[in-house]
């Protein structure tokens, strides 16, 4: 078991939160040293037990999709502009040099984001063979299923889920039937846009 720590961003503007979860990631501990300057961005390196340490590297640093810019880690994905660009406090790198993130931010995204978009999430984010969605389930608040599909379009959006299912606040999730351990779920306001989306697989 590991516990994760949540930690809400307030941008200015409307925002779209990203959480990933990866699987088996240990939690960083608290008590280990800040970074030396402010722009520097946190790397939290796993062994193969699960263990965490954390380093931070200056502004400027690279690893593939991911940027360190004033403090935090940039990162977009094929085939959008640089203005579809998340923002995440650390990135993870696992024991074979695979980085992922836990928690992120989309600014101005919500019910505009496709099914088509969500596997170039995925493939950003570290996981493994992401595929295009083919399934949505849009859930009540309270966990009631509002409406279902199983003939996901790539060019579905949660907002045209959301509107079939009648409802301004759903979720959304996702899944492909070649790929069931896959899940995304997507927990949304529309009015002002704003999704917590988590990940497992």
């Known amino acids: 078991m590991f516990r994760r720590r949540i930690a ?15 699987p088996g990631a240990a939690f960083a501990q608290d008590n280990q040293p ?11 390196s796993t062994d193969d037990k699960g263990n965490v340490t954390i380093v931070y590297v200056p502004e400027g640093t690279t690893y593939g999709l991911f940027h360190c810019r004033g403090g935090e880690w940039h990162f977009g994905w094929f085939p959008f502009d640089s203005r579809s660009v998340a923002v995440a406090d650390s990135v993870i790198v696992d024991p074979h040099g695979t980085v992922m ?16 978009e969500v596997k170039y999430i995925l493939d950003a984010a570290g996981v493994p063979e992401p595929a295009v969605p083919d399934e949505a389930v849009v859930l009540s ?27 301004d606040a759903p979720t959304v999730v996702f899944a492909n039937k070649k790929k069931p351990r896959i899940t995304i779920t997507f927990k949304c306001k529309l009015i002002p846009p704003y999704c917590t989306i988590i990940i497992r697989w």
Do not use: H, Q, W
């Open 8 to 22: 809400r961003r307030f941008m200015l503007g409307m925002v779209a939160a990203v959480v990933l979860l990866a």
């Open 141 to 167: 608040e309270g966990g009631k299923e509002l409406y279902a599909t199983r003939e996901l379009g790539k060019l579905t959006s949660i907002g045209d889920l959301a509107d079939k299912a009648g409802t």
């Open 34 to 44: 800040g970074p030396a300057n402010p722009t520097d961005c946190a790397v939290e």
């Open 101 to 116: 993130v836990d928690e992120a931010v989309i600014d101005g995204r919500a019910g505009d984001i496709t099914a088509g």
